[in-house]
């Protein structure tokens, strides 16, 4: 589609898979799933909506290296460096600031590189179908029907229909189970994906309005592109700029926000419980990679890369195994999003260099 963009989120260090991701190694670069990394799968799976003039990455500066050697394939000035991370909201502005410079006509959507996806054609289609939605200045989403109660997402409540898509009357944050349940059973909430499809300018100046300082500092940063002065710029300019998430600081308060309902299987692939589930299995239910012995185990995850170690377990269940040459996990795999807490300990402790 002309005037058509996509940009790829893939930033972070994903503390929640270490100590498979590290500050130097993080979560998007590594084969969290098996196979190929979390961020080639992201960009691979656009393939050919968008070809890869259309396809840029949002990285941190400091790892901007490793994603160009996983993206050999892409132009070397689609991958957009931020100097420092400062959430969604500034990410998303620091591309669209961009776009809208290269092609004032740009349109693009806003891809997370951590995600599981199931049918790229079904995306393809429902991306098609929320650049539809999106002419005239709307904020599209996609939203996700629900499979269960779930208090790990966020939620959107659909409102009435409106061409190819549907108003969304109101964003909720992780909510309580109780509530989650309420949700699913009424059949009008949605998991929010925090995918989004928008006109860069409609973007712009939606956060001009609702993050003024913010779209202050985009717009110098802008004025800077395509001159010398840009580097300098973007590090003094960025560093000012608020950390705030997009649904926070715009979408929870834009007027109109529509929302096209999502055809395909995803996942947030945001803990190693949510990885074992989109990984292959024994009949055990076991997720294995690497030199690993499980017996009388079922329901568990148990990876290792190091050839030299031989990981072997007995009698688990449900439990999160993961060996690297420095370091060890087991944890339950109900407790798997707690891992920020584990590695701030290991913070306390003095063992940064395991981190």
């Known amino acids: 589609m002309e005037h058509f963009y996509a940009v790829v989120m893939a930033g972070g260090s994903g503390t929640r898979f270490w100590p498979l991701s590290r500050a130097t190694r993080p979560k998007q670069i590594l084969p969290i799933l098996g196979g190929d990394s979390m961020v080639r799968r992201t960009v691979d799976r656009l393939f050919p909506l968008f070809d890869p ?6 990285t941190g500066r400091e790892h901007s290296e490793l994603v160009r050697r996983e993206l050999p394939y892409l132009p070397p000035e689609n991958l957009i460096d931020e100097p420092m991370g400062r959430d969604t909201a500034a990410a998303i502005g620091l591309a669209a600031t961009f776009l809208e410079w290269r ?30 939605a999106a002419q005239g200045g709307a904020l599209v989403t996609l939203g996700i029907k629900p499979r269960h109660p ?18 969304v009357r109101r964003f909720y944050e992780k909510p309580k189970l109780e509530a989650a349940r309420a949700f699913v ?34 717009t110098e940063i802008g004025g800077a592109l395509g001159t010398s002065r840009l580097p300098a710029t973007l590090a003094r300019e960025y560093a000012k700029i608020q950390r705030v998430s997009i649904d926070y600081g715009v979408m929870e308060k834009a007027e109109r926000v529509l929302m096209v309902e999502a055809g395909f299987g995803w996942d947030d ?15 055990a239910g ?23 170690h031989l990981v072997a377990v007995l009698g688990l269940e449900g439990f999160v195994v993961v060996h690297t040459p420095d370091a060890t996990l087991v944890c339950p795999k109900g407790r798997s999003e707690e891992l920020k807490k584990l590695v701030e300990e290991i913070r306390n402790k003095g063992y940064e260099k395991h981190l």
């Open 53 to 58: 003039r259309q396809i840029f990455v949002v």
């Open 103 to 132: 092609d004032p006509e740009a349109a693009f959507a806003v891809l997370p590189a951590d995600h599981y996806i199931d049918d790229p054609a079904k995306l393809h289609v429902d991306l098609k179908r929320a650049r539809l």
């Open 150 to 167: 779930s208090t790990a997402y966020g939620y959107l409540n659909r409102g009435p229909r409106e061409g190819e898509a549907f108003r």
């Open 185 to 218: 059973e009424s059949g009008d909430y949605f998991w929010n994906s925090g995918m989004f499809v928008w006109e860069a300018w409609a973007i712009r100046k939606a956060i001009d309005r609702y993050l003024p300082a913010m779209g202050k500092l985009l």
């Open 269 to 283: 692939v945001g803990s190693w419980a949510a990885a074992a589930e989109r990984r292959g299995k024994d009949a």
């Open 286 to 308: 076991n997720s294995l990679e690497g030199k690993c012995v499980p017996v009388e185990t079922k329901d568990s995850l148990v990876l290792s890369n190091d050839p030299n």
